[in-house]
């Protein structure tokens, strides 16, 4: 079955450092979803890529979709207390009609030293 | 997303014992997912209904877990005769339409003695 892939798993950064974490999967993706979880609490989605080679922004954040729709990145610029938790990727195949379906990346747990 | 609700918000149980989680979806959604998360994992894909069907269970384990959303009411999964490696984050999601960008609730936190 399709299967997603994250690293790093953990990133500790100081504060005004740079973050990127990076998502790779297993089948060519429809499209790639990417959320936010604060620790103890639930996802949040961010934002959702369909096109190869799409990039979009969310202020500090850069998220990339990879021409061969098989890889996903997100990058903070400058990163802040705010910032900390972790950040999944999630990926669904609509090849096999499962175009409902998500498949998650295990995270990257993201730390931020003031 | 606070649209989302799940209650019981915690639920302790006792192996063997019976436990029920429900979810109300964000008004206007009739697709709910439901995924398991454990500890410093992703979340792992359950089940996905419409109301008063069952579109895909294949990520739920045949035995003692089931779910169902009923024409009127909140989804609900039901883990019987529940076990310690039930213990995890259960969290539903919602969507308008299938491939939608789903709402999470803010989760049910299981543990089972």
């Known amino acids: 079955g399709q299967q997603v892939m994250q690293i790093p798993q953990y990133q500790h950064v100081q504060e005004g450092e740079d973050f990127t974490t990076y998502c790779n999967s297993s089948t060519t993706l429809s499209n790639i979803q990417w959320y936010k979880q604060r620790p103890g609490g639930h996802p949040v989605f961010l934002i959702q890529l369909v096109k190869s080679g799409e990039v979009k922004k969310q202020k500090r954040l850069t998220f990339q979709f990879g021409e061969a729709k098989k890889n996903s990145s997100l990058h903070i610029t400058a990163t802040q207390t705010t910032d900390v938790g972790t950040y999944f990727c999630?990926?669904?195949?609509?090849?096999?009609?499962?175009?409902?379906?998500?498949?998650f990346g295990k995270g990257t747990l993201l730390t931020v030293n003031p | 997303n606070a649209g989302v609700m799940q209650n019981p918000r915690h639920l302790v149980r006792r192996r063997g014992q019976e436990a029920r989680l429900r979810c109300s979806p964000m008004?206007?959604?009739?697709?709910v997912y439901w995924y398991r998360q454990l500890p410093e994992e992703g979340l792992k894909f359950m089940v996905y209904l419409q109301k008063e069907n069952i579109i895909d269970e294949s990520g739920m384990p045949k035995e003692r877990f089931s779910a169902e959303f009923p024409k009127e009411g909140p989804s609900i999964l039901r883990i019987q005769q529940v076990v310690r490696g039930d213990s995890a984050a259960y969290f539903c999601?919602?969507?308008?339409?299938?491939?939608?960008?789903?709402?999470f609730g803010p989760g049910t936190r299981l543990t089972v003695l």
């Open positions: 999630a990926g669904s195949d609509w090849s096999g009609g499962s175009n409902y379906k998500l498949t």
């Open positions: 008004k206007g959604h009739s697709h």
């Open positions: 999601a919602s969507c308008g339409q299938g491939g939608d960008t789903q709402y």
